[in-house]
């Protein structure tokens, strides 16, 4: 399978812990993107990278959420002291750089804080 | 701030119906607006239309941009139980490099 995939697919924690995603894009695209979907809404834009460097972050991301795409290739979502607001479907997607509208999304990690 | 609105958001029909999807969209320096299918998990990609008036056709479904009233409409003919999914739009602005601004979704139900 050659598109884009994350893991876990799931994730339950307890209120107050750490969790981290990961990301393998399409191996040839050199943009990645990671959206948050709550239920009954479309996805939200979180932060996207150019090969190594993050380039936007949105004002959704709080301190407690920090991604890094270290060599360029995959990509990790660190959300810290988890908050029951932060329950959704995290989803990446990548792009090449002159195609970057056609994004192709991966399957999303589910998250839920109790 | 970029907004992007679908109606409706909900629709029930039989196979063979036709179906029309709207989206409308109130953004700065616009670049493209894209529809997308979600099953159950990942958006897939549709369509993407940057300039008015053209029609993009993908089997069944059917796209079109109206740049000065700021909308696009999705059809799909001759409905079919696999079209039931969340169909997103999503708007591209020409200095967010590739960041997509997404509506609400219009969850589409296609009985046998």
């Known amino acids: 399978d050659t598109g884009v995939s994350q893991d876990p697919r799931h994730k339950i924690t307890k209120r107050g812990q750490n969790v981290t995603f990961r990301c393998d894009p399409i191996?040839?695209?050199?943009?990645l993107y990671w959206y948050r979907q709550t239920l009954g809404q479309g996805p939200e834009f979180l932060t996207y990278f150019q090969n190594e460097a993050q380039l936007e972050k949105s004002r959704l991301l709080s301190d407690r959420f920090s991604a890094e795409r270290p060599k360029g290739s995959f990509s990790t979502l660190e959300i810290q002291r988890t908050e029951q607001g932060d329950s959704a479907m995290y989803l990446c997607?990548?792009?090449?750089?002159?195609?970057?509208?056609?994004?192709?999304f991966g399957p999303g990690t589910r998250l839920l804080v109790l | 701030e970029d907004k992007v609105v679908q109606s409706p958001l909900s629709l029930v029909v039989h196979e063979g119906d036709t179906v029309t999807l709207n989206c409308s969209y109130e953004?700065?320096?616009?670049?493209?607006l894209l529809w997308y299918k979600q099953e159950k998990k990942a958006p897939t990609f549709l369509f993407m239309l940057t300039s008015s008036g053209i029609e993009k056709k993908s089997g069944r479904l059917s796209s079109i941009l109206d740049k000065k009233e700021l909308f696009s409409i999705l059809n799909i003919t001759a409905t079919q139980t696999g079209d039931s999914a969340v169909y997103l739009c999503?708007?591209?602005?020409?200095?967010?490099?590739?960041?997509?601004?997404f509506g609400q979704g219009t969850i589409l139900t296609v009985h046998p």
């Open positions: 953004v700065t320096n616009f670049r493209s």
């Open positions: 999503a708007v591209s602005v020409g200095t967010s490099y590739g960041k997509l601004t």
């Open positions: 191996s040839e695209h050199n943009r």
């Open positions: 997607a990548s792009s090449l750089v002159l195609q970057q509208e056609t994004q192709y």
